[in-house]
């Protein structure tokens, strides 16, 4: 048989919770969901029903925030005096969906002219993550000047930056979700909003960029309206959540335990799905029949990339100019824009993926419990996009670099594993080597770095000493965790209706995945890039057929067939709806095959 084009995975069933699955159970809940929550959650929830049907009661009062008060007086005197404002973001998804809140928030809700707002944008090629010196540079020449700043998505790590700003007389609002520091938030900000400060009493530490913003937005709403500032019939925020719902979803925040994030994203889909807005609607025609409802799965696989792909190839401007357009056809022209970026994208992804995982295959073999693939001729773009894909194969805490803008040095992504907080094992290389780094940022799941190109192999053997300190003894390996396996009768559309009264689905709850043993009846390679396998499943003794879609089940076309029709193969698997001339039909979404050896 063919050698497959992943590193074969170890499948392993989720252990329950028995304490969650009888809570559940006592609740009311159907047996094979709380089979599922049982999988994903641990012991203390307090309620199983609220994270199933979330809903904005689960909302903390945005005044929890630490410098929440500060921060709104400061936003109310700007609109008083009538000040200049900055709204300086992050490119990617969550920064651009921040800004667009906060934009939409200053000038159709609190009447703030678009001339007296500022976007602010750095580019990633030519300035990086943040708030960056080149950023600042422009900002400090620019004509009107602002006179305060509102970050979103980033602004944490940025102290020298900010006291730039703060120097020339500019005040800094920061709003961010990104860990802070181990010297805190930044003393030269005037307000820094922030879940993850150890001074904060807002009980959820997950939240988005987006989510920090809009409660700052929905504070600033409710004092205006106390002070008189606008009319008590001022529509309160939740227009704004379907972006809320998008910056959270393609951020990776936690959907697990957060009933908090769960309510921004349900709620957040529940109105674009009935929106008409511009941009929604544009993405509606140019999915076409493919499209059926905005889900979590759309933001995060569909929508959110072409966001994000714009931002990591080009300027991130078309994809802010998409969210805010109020005709359709100004939203269908950014979206070609952003669809056309994706595309190119996809062929750099695919260079970088090969190169980085030569690199990731040798350490791997060597050994080592982390990765760290350095590609001269990659692009900064997809650095995030690649290190996942080394992480989905390999099963290990991922940093991929590429040139950076500044002579000398490397910009990185990393991505981690679950059990690996990422930004804390930066900390901890800087720890070891002060200045190594000429600067990081980011949060468990995944963070940004800067290093000097002449201290590569210094970097590589302090990171993996770093994961090594929080594994412990434990060592890595790929795997894929399912629900284990369903029975005949269940493979049906019932079943997977009732599954999706779980969603949304995300990082820390993820998607169920079943396994179980199915004979192949036929099966051919299909795709523009012929790599990927359609095949017809039946169970024995179950007397149907069921369609089953592998992708990237080949490592290039033409490689030979990893089994042939008659096999009996065991699957790992999603229930996934079909729709083909408006008819419903269950396909099986594979993640793995492998030969039954009998």
Known sequence: MAELNREHRKVIERPLNRAVYQQALAEGVHPLLARILAGRLDSGVVSVSALINPGL????????????????KRLQQALQEQQQI?????????????????????????????????????????????????????????????????????????EARIARLKAAGIDV???????????????????????????????????????????????????????????????????????????????????????????????????????????????????????????????????????????????PYAALHFLLAEQIEAASYQLQLLDSDNQDRRLVEKEM???????????????LQSLVAYVEDGHSGVQGIVASRLVEQHGRPTVVLTPAADEGQLSASARSVPGIHIRDALQRVDDYHPGLLVRFGGHQGAAGLTLWKDKLV????????????????????????????????????????????LEPFGREFDAPLFAGVF??????????????LLLQLSVDGDGQMHKGIWFRALPHAGAELPFQ??????????????????RRSLQLNISQAAVVVT
């Open 353 to 367: 993926v090969h190169s980085a995982m030569a690199a990731a295959e040798q350490q791997v073999a060597a050994g």
């Open 458 to 501: 210094i970097f590589q053997q302090a990171f993996e000493r770093a994961i090594c300190v929080q594994l412990g003894d434990r060592r890595l390996s790929p795997c894929i965790y399912t629900d284990g396996e369903l029975g005949a009768g269940l493979l049906s559309l019932d079943t997977l209706n009732l599954i999706q009264t």
């Open 565 to 582: 029709a008659g096999d009996l193969i065991r699957i790992a698997y999603q229930l996934e709806e079909n729709i083909f001339r408006d």
């Open 57 to 72: 009661q689960q909302l903390a009062n945005p005044e929890l925030l630490a410098d929440i008060q500060p921060a709104v």
């Open 173 to 315: 609002l920061v709003t961010d979700h990104h860990a802070l520091p181990k010297e805190g938030p930044p003393p030269s900000a005037f307000a820094v909003i922030n879940p993850t400060r150890d001074d904060c009493a807002y009980p959820d530490k997950t939240l988005a960029g987006c989510a920090v913003a809009w409660l700052l937005m929905s504070a600033l709403r409710n004092a205006c309206v106390t002070s008189g500032w606008v009319p008590a019939t001022t529509p309160k925020l939740s227009a704004l959540l379907p972006f809320v719902a998008l910056g959270t979803v393609a951020d990776c925040v936690s959907l697990g335990a957060s009933a908090i994030n769960r309510a921004l994203v349900r709620v957040g889909l529940e109105l674009m799905n009935a929106s008409t807005a511009p941009c929604w609607e544009a993405f509606r025609q140019l999915m076409g029949s493919n499209h059926q409802a905005f889900t979590a799965t759309t933001l995060g696989f569909q929508l959110g990339p072409r966001i994000n792909a714009r931002s990591r190839m080009a300027d």
């Open 86 to 158: 900055g709204i300086l973001t992050d490119y990617d998804v969550d920064g651009i969906t921040s800004h667009v809140v906060i934009y939409r928030t200053l000038t159709e809700y609190l009447g703030v002219a678009p001339a007296r707002i500022s976007s602010l944008i750095g580019h990633r090629m030519q300035d990086g993550y943040g708030v960056s010196d080149s950023l600042v540079n422009r900002i400090l020449s620019n004509s009107p000047r602002p006179q305060l700043i509102i970050t979103a998505d980033c602004g944490s790590s940025d």
């Open 519 to 532: 004979r192949v009846d036929s099966l051919r390679v299909v795709g523009a890039d012929p790599v990927h």
